[in-house]
């Protein structure tokens, strides 16, 4: 649905501006519009508008239960849906989540990851793998040719723990280790 994605861009724009309310709106008219997968991303997405509402206006509590909600939706759904790697996305809310646990301010803006496949570099794959140290599920971005086995450091973006990161390239694509 052409309407579903503008929408769904608009509340990603106003996300990355902080503008939580007018965010919110817009996924929840596309939320409205839709069906199936995009319909509980876009659900996903707007509940993370409100609690980012209520967390900058201070009501840390429900922002905390909403934010869980989020999580739970998301967990849910395949590693890509509409243009949204729901796999960032959800490392996004798990590193919202122990920052208000921490009491931290609200963020000034959020960033949804979608990708835009004519500005997406053709030399780069998403690998999804779980952390070795906190579990959860991430993505390494490598490139598909090079040498058959390559190894590198890198930190993991929702525990920030460094990792050894093995790709082995075969015919069949990259496969990543951690």
């Known amino acids: ?3 579903v994605d503008a929408d769904l861009l608009t509340g990603a724009r106003l996300l990355a ?3 939580w309310r007018a965010s919110h709106e817009a996924f929840e008219t596309a939320w409205r519009r839709s069906d199936g997968e995009g319909r509980d991303l876009l659900q996903a997405l707007a509940q993370l508008a409100a609690a980012l509402l209520k967390w900058s206006e201070g009501h840390l509590e429900p922002a905390a239960t909403i934010l869980g909600r989020v999580r739970g939706r998301l ?3 395949p590693s890509h849906v509409s243009r949204v790697d729901v796999e960032t996305l959800e490392s996004t809310v798990l590193e919202l989540q ?3 646990a921490l009491r931290e301010p609200a963020p000034a803006q959020v960033q949804v990851p979608l990708e835009d496949r ?4 053709a030399d780069r794959v998403a690998v999804g793998t779980p952390c070795p140290y906190c579990g ?3 993505t390494v971005h490598v490139e598909p040719t090079g040498m058959s086995l390559e190894r590198y450091v890198e930190d993991c973006p929702v525990c ?3 990792w050894m990161v093995n790709v082995e390239r075969a015919a069949d694509g990259p496969t990543v280790t951690l």
């Open 136 to 138: 959860e599920r991430v």
């Open 118 to 121: 004519a500005d997406a570099p």
């Open 17 to 19: 501006s902080g503008t």
């Open 160 to 162: 920030c723990r460094p």
């Open 1 to 3: 649905m052409v309407g």
């Open 98 to 100: 122990e920052r208000l």
């Open 75 to 77: 967990e849910g759904l």
